[in-house]
C-alpha cells in the first residue's frame, strides 16, 4: 500500500465512519467510464461525437482534481473553483441547445437565465458530493437513477446515444458497490463524488436538449440525492453562522449514527427511490403538462424526512 500510496480517510468529527479505509476509489469508476465513453465513439456512429469530447475533458479534470484532493485534502475553496470552472464548462459545451430549447420561456432574461443555470449546476455538484457521506449511499443512488432514466427514454423514444451514456455509469458502479456497500472497505473520495456530480449534470442537459426526458422528470429521480442537500443547506443557513464549513448534518447521517447501522438507511433510500420516485417519474412521462406538481407530490416525504433529522436534529 505504501508503494501506491493509497489515501486513508481517517474518522473525525464530520464523518459516520468509524474505522480508517481507503479512499479515492472513485477513480477506478470514473476512469472506467471514461475509456467506455472513448471506445462508443470510436466504434459506434454517432451525431454526440464533439459533445462527448468535451465531456471527456471535463471528466479527466474532475477526477484528477478529487484524486488530488483525496490525496492531499484541498481547501474547500479550491474545490469550489473547480465547480465554478465546471459549470462554465458545461455551458459552454451545451449553451447554444440549452437556449434554443429554454428560449420560449427566457422572454428577454437571457442573462438572468444564464447565471441561474450557472449557479444551478454549481450546486448540483456540490448536492451530489454532500451524499456521499455513509456506506453506498451515492453509488446505489447513480445506479438506481441511470437505470430507471435509460427505461423512461427506452419507453418513450426507443433504444438510442442517451441510453447508452447512461447505461455505461451501471456496471462499474454496480463492481464497486460490491467493495462500497456496508460495510465499506473502500471509500470512493471527491475523485468519485465530484466526477458523478460532473458527469450527471452533463447528461441530465443532454438529455433534456434532446427531448428525451424532461427537467421535471429529472427533478423527481433526483428527488433524494438533490432535495435532501439542499433542504439541509437552507436550514443550516438559518441554524448557523458558520453553514458553509463541513459537517455532517444531513438527516441520512444523523439516522445512520441513531440506528448505528449504514446499510439500513442506504436500503431505506433504495426504497424511497424504487416505489415513490420511480412510479412519479413515470407518471411525469405521460402527464408532462403536470410534470412541476408531481415533482412537488415526489418531494415530500424527503423533505419531511430532513426536518425531523436533519440540522434540527442535530441541534438536539
Known amino acids: 500500500m505504501s508503494r501506491i500510496n493509497i489515501s486513508i480517510a481517517e474518522p473525525n468529527h464530520r464523518s459516520s465512519h468509524k474505522n480508517p479505509t481507503p479512499t479515492g476509489g472513485g477513480l477506478i469508476i470514473a476512469l472506467v467510464y471514461i475509456a467506455s465513453l472513448m471506445l462508443m465513439i470510436h466504434y459506434l456512429e454517432t451525431d454526440s461525437y464533439n459533445s462527448i469530447i468535451y465531456i471527456i475533458f471535463g471528466g479527466l479534470i474532475?477526477?484528477?482534481?478529487?484524486?488530488?484532493d483525496d490525496i492531499n485534502d484541498i481547501?474547500?475553496?479550491?474545490?469550489?473553483?473547480?465547480?465554478?470552472?465546471?459549470?462554465?464548462?458545461?455551458?459552454?459545451?451545451?449553451?447554444k441547445e440549452i437556449f434554443d430549447y429554454f428560449e420560449p420561456?427566457?422572454?428577454?432574461?437571457?442573462?438572468?437565465?444564464?447565471?441561474?443555470?450557472?449557479?444551478?449546476?454549481?450546486?448540483?455538484?456540490?448536492?451530489?458530493?454532500?451524499?456521499?457521506?455513509?456506506?453506498?449511499?451515492l453509488t446505489s443512488g447513480v445506479i438506481l437513477i441511470s437505470l430507471t432514466a435509460s427505461l423512461l427514454i427506452i419507453l418513450?423514444?426507443?433504444?438510442?446515444?442517451?441510453?447508452?451514456?447512461?447505461?455505461l455509469l451501471i456496471p462499474v458502479c454496480i463492481a464497486f458497490l460490491m467493495f462500497n456497500y456496508p460495510p465499506a472497505s473502500i471509500f470512493m473520495g471527491d475523485s468519485g463524488s465530484l466526477f458523478f456530480g460532473y458527469i450527471l449534470a452533463c447528461l441530465v442537459i443532454k438529455t433534456i436538449v434532446d427531448g428525451h426526458l424532461s427537467f421535471w422528470t429529472w427533478s423527481i429521480l433526483f428527488g433524494h440525492l438533490f432535495t435532501e442537500p439542499t433542504v439541509t443547506t437552507m436550514l443550516r443557513i438559518k441554524l448557523s453562522k458558520n453553514w458553509y464549513k463541513p459537517h455532517r448534518s444531513n438527516a441520512y447521517q444523523n439516522l445512520a449514527r441513531v440506528l448505528d447501522d449504514h446499510k439500513k438507511v442506504t436500503i431505506i433510500s433504495i426504497i424511497l427511490h424504487i416505489f415513490w420516485l420511480l412510479p412519479l417519474s413515470l407518471v411525469s412521462i405521460y402527464r408532462n403538462d403536470f410534470g412541476f406538481f408531481i415533482y412537488l407530490i415526489a418531494i415530500i416525504p424527503v423533505i419531511g424526512f430532513t426536518f425531523k433529522y436533519g440540522p434540527l436534529y442535530s441541534n438536539k
Not at 481547501?75 to 464548462?89: I, M, P
Request: proline letters at 1%; aromatic letters at 24%; hydrophobic letters at 60%.
Open 156 to 167: 418513450t423514444q426507443g433504444f438510442n446515444d442517451n441510453v447508452i451514456f447512461l447505461l
Open 75 to 95: 481547501s474547500a475553496k479550491a474545490k469550489l473553483a473547480l465547480q465554478v470552472f465546471l459549470g462554465v464548462w458545461i455551458l459552454y459545451i451545451f449553451g
Open 62 to 68: 474532475t477526477t484528477l482534481f478529487g484524486f488530488y
Open 105 to 137: 420561456y427566457m422572454h428577454s432574461l437571457t442573462w438572468p437565465f444564464i447565471l441561474f443555470s450557472w449557479f444551478l449546476l454549481v450546486w448540483f455538484s456540490n448536492a451530489i458530493n454532500f451524499m456521499d457521506g455513509i456506506d453506498g449511499m
